[in-house]
């Protein structure tokens, strides 16, 4: 089939793939870059760029210089487009998407809390506003309350199902069920609910789905169903230009289908993960030493919580990965080697080109 454009707002991507953003520190200026060199949109996670064990404005500080060095970085690297990812629990996540828009992001992803405030936040209407949603019912709660409250719609939408990798919009019971929440029973009834909101803007919003896609065949069959684009975030991880250590990606390349398993994370929400030393460790132990000065992630149930996930994913990214928790898609076993991300997308393209249009 012919690559099709994607188009999100005032955004045209020359090809219709969205590197997913991936904290923490999964998907920096590199990577981000490299995609949008490509034609893609890259997306920066603004996710735990400072560090978790020091004091809250010591954190925000951190993190928010962290995260404009890396978007003026990866504008140093590429003209292409560059978005950068939000979690409504980061405790200083207005701050960051503020600081995202005077370093001239173009994209703002919203994911992991419902973005019902964010047009307030975000006036100017040449930043585009992409929620991430896991059912019609979320999709139509946020269309619904941005239209009465701020007359706007999103500029696009990414429909994550359960395949993903990262903390996951469902219930763990659904999770037992994923093909009963796959992307193609959920996409109909987020094509029919955002109906109502194109036709009073006169203007398409693009779906975007994501989760367990894996080459251009899948990509195809996203297309097929209505999908205006794909975001895929594992077969990521797998590139040269990815931020992650080396042990972090070897354990991609070494993990089997069996050791992708789905965890409870302190936040409340299940995530997908590898099992490996460090939860086999957790779950002999029950629970870790944690040293929490503040709540970097506001659902975070600290009292609760069997150990730091800001800490755990920050160990995974630097290579102590032991003592680290590896979010992954379902699909990591999938991979067996490291690539450029030139040479991935090329891949995947030529892949899309054979399929029968
Ligand atoms: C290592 C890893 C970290 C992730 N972190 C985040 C995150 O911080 N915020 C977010 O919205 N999504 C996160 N995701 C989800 C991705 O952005 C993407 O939507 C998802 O992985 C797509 O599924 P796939 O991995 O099967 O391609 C993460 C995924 C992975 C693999």
């Excluded at 809250?56 to 003026?72: D, T």
């Amino acid at each position: 089939m012919k690559i099709p454009k994607l188009q999100i707002g005032s955004i045209t991507a020359s090809i219709p793939i969205v590197q997913g953003g991936m904290g923490v520190r999964v998907s920096l200026a590199s990577l981000a870059s490299a995609v949008a060199n490509e034609g893609g949109i890259g997306t920066i996670s603004s996710i735990g760029l400072g560090d978790p064990e020091t004091s809250k404005q010591e954190y925000e500080r951190e993190s928010r210089e962290a995260l404009i060095n890396e978007i003026r970085k990866a504008k140093k690297m590429t003209d292409g487009h560059l978005a950068v990812n939000f979690m409504g629990v980061l405790s200083n996540v207005n701050d960051l998407i503020k600081a995202s828009i005077k370093e001239d992001i173009k994209m703002i992803v919203f994911g992991a809390g419902l973005p019902t405030k964010l047009p307030a936040l975000v006036q100017d209407p040449s930043v585009n506003l992409v929620p991430i949603i896991s059912s019609a019912r979320v999709a139509e709660l946020i269309l619904r309350t941005w239209d009465k409250r701020y007359e706007r719609t999103a500029d696009g939408l990414i429909l994550e199902g359960p395949l993903a990798g990262g903390h996951l919009g469902f219930s763990e019971e659904q999770l037992e069920h994923p093909e009963e929440y796959s992307l193609e029973k959920l996409l109909p009834d987020v094509l029919e609910v955002i109906k109502t909101y194109e036709d009073k803007y006169g203007r398409k919003i693009p779906v975007i789905t994501a989760g367990g896609i894996y080459n251009g065949e899948d990509i195809a069959r996203m297309f097929s169903i209505g999908a205006s684009g794909v975001q895929m975030g594992t077969r990521f991880v797998c590139t040269e230009e990815c931020a992650v250590s080396q042990e972090f990606k070897q354990a991609y390349l070494d993990a089997k289908k069996e050791d992708i398993i789905i965890i409870k994370s302190p936040v409340g929400m299940p995530g997908r993960a590898i099992n490996n030393r460090f939860l086999k460790n957790l779950e002999a132990k029950g629970r870790l030493k944690i040293k929490c000065f503040f709540r970097c992630l506001t659902a975070c149930h600290v009292d609760k919580a069997k150990y730091c996930i800001a800490l755990a994913l920050l160990n995974a990214y630097a290579g102590d990965v032991d003592n680290g928790l590896i979010f992954c898609g379902q699909n990591a076993y999938r991979i067996h080697k490291i690539v450029t991300v030139k040479k991935l997308i090329q891949e995947l393209l030529a892949e899309l080109k054979m399929v029968p249009a």
